[in-house]
């Protein structure tokens, strides 16, 4: 297990697999957990990753963050492709499992944990371990399973009401349930604060036996991916510092739009964006 030299507490911890997604334009680093933690960077809190992967790339843009690796032969890895139905996306290799006896000592205590799985690769067990932590889950990887061939499809999460009903709030995308509304709706139910994603629609979000529709601004998307996860941690972080769960979403969906406007992880805005976006909004 590879852990930095120096480790200091943390204001925001993530778990998930950084991946590599294998693109038309070559493979590039990916996962819930890169794209989160440099939204936590850029919103100037303390963010960690606890994670698993081999290292194939260069960090790039994560370089400056602190990351926990208990290594992997290879990581997490991803082939998507567009059709006209949509995104079909085949997993090729799975990294190791997440579990808590590997979050560092000096972690323990953030003020947020969050829980990114992308393929099942997170134990749900590491909730009950946090209980003074806002606790906030992206279960998009609980919802998939994978034949043998790894294309990937949307799976029933057993889990689904236990988890939501020990976190404090939970962002899906509607795709990850395959715009179900029926699940969308028991979901909704088990989570007290629980958004759903819609692209471009904007998000719904479901707080406290309430619904509201959150717009989106209108952009030129370039490129989707991560969108969700910038959402999902900037959400979180405002919810926790407010505790307004409407002018989180609001906020969050700023961000979102203008990540989709980039590729990649450069896609994430970056302090000075957000602090033209705070500035545009007062």
Known sequence: MQVPARLEPIDYLVIGHITID???????????????ALTVQALGLRAGIVTAWAE???LGPLADLPIVNIGADQSTTFENRNTPEGRKQKILVQAPFLEYHLIP????????????????????RILRYFPDSTLGLTPQGWLREWNQSGEVQVAHWEEADLLLSHADAAVIAREDVGNDPEQIER????????VVTEGE??????AYGEEHQIEAPAVHAVDTTGAGD?????FFIRLHLSGDPLEAARFASQLAARSVQRVGLDSVPNRDEIYDL???AL
């Not at 590039?28 to 794209?35: I, T």
């Not at 910038?230 to 900037?234: D, H, S, T």
């Open 187 to 194: 979901m909704a139910a088990a989570c007290p604060i629980f």
């Open 56 to 58: 194939e790339l260069p």
């Open 22 to 36: 294998n693109t038309v334009g070559g493979p590039r680093l990916g996962g819930s957990a890169a794209y989160s």
């Open 105 to 124: 000592e000096a972690w323990r205590q953030p003020r947020i944990l969050h829980l990114a799985p992308v393929a099942r690769e997170v134990s749900p």
């Open 230 to 234: 910038v959402f999902a941690a900037a």
């Open 201 to 206: 629609a904007g998000a719904k979000l479901y």
């Open 278 to 280: 705070m500035a545009e």
